[in-house]
C-alpha cells in the first residue's frame, strides 16, 4: 500500500517563500513520475509540477517560481515555493503515478496515490 504525507503548508506573505514536501512510502519512487496538485476553493483541482525519470514539468502558472525535486534515497519529494502569490493559496496534494517510467502528465485522473493535502495561504 502506498502512503503518502505532505508537510509544510502555512501561511505566509506575498514575496515570501515556501517548501513543501512529501514523503512516500510503499513503494521505490526513483522509476516513478511523482507530481503536485493544487485545489483552491470553489476550483477544479489543477497541476503545479510534476518529476521522471526525464525531467520536471510546470505548469504555466508557476514556472520560474516554482521548483520540484526528489530524493530517491529519502523516498522524498519537494515543491520549492518562491515569490509567492495570493492566487498561490489552496491545498496542495502529492501525488504518484503507478508504473515505471511514465510520462510527467498534467492529469490529475492519471494519478493513483494522494497524499491528504497540505494549506499554504498567502495574504496579500
Known amino acids: 500500500q502506498v502512503q503518502l504525507v505532505e508537510s509544510g503548508g502555512g501561511l505566509v506573505q506575498a514575496g515570501d517563500s515556501l517548501r513543501l514536501s512529501c514523503a512516500v512510502s510503499?513503494?521505490?519512487?526513483?522509476?516513478?513520475?511523482m507530481g503536485w496538485f493544487r485545489q483552491a476553493p470553489g476550483k477544479e483541482r489543477e497541476f503545479v509540477a510534476a518529476?521522471?525519470?526525464?525531467?520536471?514539468r510546470y505548469a504555466d502558472s508557476v514556472k520560474g517560481r516554482f521548483t520540484i525535486s526528489r530524493d530517491n534515497a529519502k523516498a522524498t519529494m519537494s515543491l520549492q515555493m518562491n515569490s509567492l502569490k495570493s492566487e498561490d493559496t489552496a491545498v496542495y496534494y502529492c501525488?504518484?503515478?503507478?508504473?515505471?517510467?511514465?510520462?510527467?502528465?498534467?492529469?490529475?485522473?492519471?494519478?493513483?496515490?494522494w497524499g491528504q493535502g497540505t494549506q499554504v495561504t498567502v495574504s496579500a
Open positions: 510503499g513503494r521505490t519512487v526513483s522509476a516513478l513520475t
Open positions: 518529476i521522471n525519470w526525464i525531467g520536471t
Open positions: 501525488a504518484v503515478r503507478s508504473g515505471r517510467g511514465s510520462t510527467a502528465s498534467t492529469a490529475s485522473s492519471d494519478y493513483n496515490y
